[in-house]
Nanobody, 125 residues
């Protein structure tokens, strides 16, 4: 089970840190990803990290602004979001799936088997 938190209302240019806490002893073996869905749009890939956090991959739209990290001792993955823009407004979802080297640069939702409930991020202009 995944539980995302940390969303809220922030002005453009501001920062937020999302967290996603997981239950289960297998957390440290999973790849973790973040996706988002803006109002009226399809869900899209934001970024992902491998089982150890040593490898990350981001969508071009957030590269250089968002940073994913994880603490396997706390079964938690984080996403630091800086320089937020109004177009970052969305429901953000965390997801977990099998860790495969071949998928380290994949943005597919199909890589992930478990999904959290989402946390809302609103960026005002």
């Amino acid at each position: 089970q995944l539980q995302a938190s940390g969303g809220g209302l922030v002005q453009a240019g501001g920062s937020l840190r999302l967290s996603c806490a997981a239950s289960g002893r297998a957390f440290s073996t999973y790849a973790l990803g973040w996706f988002r869905q803006a109002p009226g749009k399809e869900r899209e890939f934001v970024g992902r990290t491998n089982w150890s956090g040593s490898i990350t991959y981001y969508a071009d739209s957030v590269k250089g602004r968002f940073t994913i990290s994880r603490d396997n001792t706390k079964n938690t993955v984080y996403m630091r979001m800086n320089s937020l823009k109004p177009e970052d407004t969305a429901v953000y979802y965390c997801a977990a799936g099998g860790d495969r080297i071949s998928k380290y640069s994949s943005s597919s939702e199909e890589d992930f088997d478990y999904w959290g409930q989402g946390t809302v991020v609103t960026v005002s202009s």
